[in-house]
């Protein structure tokens, strides 16, 4: 019997120059979950997701992807996988047809085009050029080409990047159909939201370390004591009161509002208001919610010290 496991990666090292960018990561992958990588820029996750599909070579530890060891079976393992590339790799005079089999071709395996095309709703493009297709479109063509092997596994990186909403939603749900199929899917995201939609687990990666890996909902439920308290922003609230309020973690603030991240919203906002008092400031539209997974990630970062 095969293992469950899809991916291994054992204390694994990448090093650019003097720059450390991914430091010591050991972890696992099941066979058929949604595997999410999170972090914010240059946390090292395309350095990490790229040495799984054997793109980059590791400077230390051990990768093996379907049982295989990535520096010895480099090969026979990308028979096996999908990975989506960036649009600005896909020649953009080729026709979207011409495209997928040009792709098809590098592989021994082959998947059901046809299926292929009627899952991504591609017909009606095939004849288009790529470079005339719109973001989400084109998109749709990376996955298709991520698809063409019929791979055990799919690697997604930043796979919502530029898309619009809609887009965005018909993405993830078309990363949801393929782990009902059967496949595992590593995904690297920015976004907090689409990991705490989308995937079954999620390593949290802060530069170049893993600093939490579990469900999203543990990883709220026992790291994310925080609350959210939202407030329309107006001009004579000061941010270092603010931070000086009880409890307070973080500030976020948009052009609109601000967002106090704190571990007792009760308290925060009886000083909150306490201090609008003294500043002569109203107010206005306050909002209360539990934690996200931005704020389990604020919280390991900034109060653990790492920002
Ligand atoms: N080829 C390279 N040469 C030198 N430094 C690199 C190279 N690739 C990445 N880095 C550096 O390594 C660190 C990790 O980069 P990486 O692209 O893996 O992070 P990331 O989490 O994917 O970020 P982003 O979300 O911005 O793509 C960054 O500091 C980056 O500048």
Known sequence: MEQAIAIHLDNVRKQYGT?????????????????????????GKTTLIEMMEGLRPADGGHITVLGQDIRKQREQIQQRIGVLFQSTSI?????????????????????????IIRFLGLHDKLHAMYKS???GWK???????????DPDIIFLD???????????????????????????????????????????????IHSGKLI??????????????????????VEQCNPASLEALPHVVNIESTPTSVVLHTGNADETVQYLYQLAAEE????????????????????????????
């Open 19 to 43: 720059k450390l960018a991914v430091d010591g990561i050991s972890l696992q992958v099941s066979k058929g979950e949604i595997f999410g990588i999170v972090g914010p820029n240059g946390a």
């Open 91 to 115: 020649p953009g005079k080729t026709k979207v047809r011409e495209v997928l089999s040009l792709f098809a071709s590098f592989y021994d395996r082959k998947a059901n085009v046809d299926e």
């Open 133 to 135: 297709l719109s973001g």
């Open 139 to 149: 998109q749709r063509v990376s996955l298709a080409l991520a698809l063409i092997n």
């Open 158 to 204: 930043e796979p919502s990047m530029g898309l619009d909403p809609n887009a965005r939603s018909d993405m993830w749900d078309m990363i949801l159909h393929l782990r009902q199929e059967g496949r595992t899917i590593i995904v690297t995201t920015h976004y907090m939201e689409e990991a705490e939609a989308l995937c079954d687990r999620v390593a949290m």
């Open 212 to 233: 939490a890996m579990d469900t999203p909902q543990n990883l709220i439920s026992q790291l994310g004591k925080t609350q959210r308290v939202t407030f329309k922003k």
């Open 280 to 307: 002569q400031w109203k107010i206005q539209e306050l909002k209360i919610d539990s934690a996200t997974m931005s704020d389990v990630f604020i919280e390991l970062t900034v109060q653990g010290g790492m920002k």
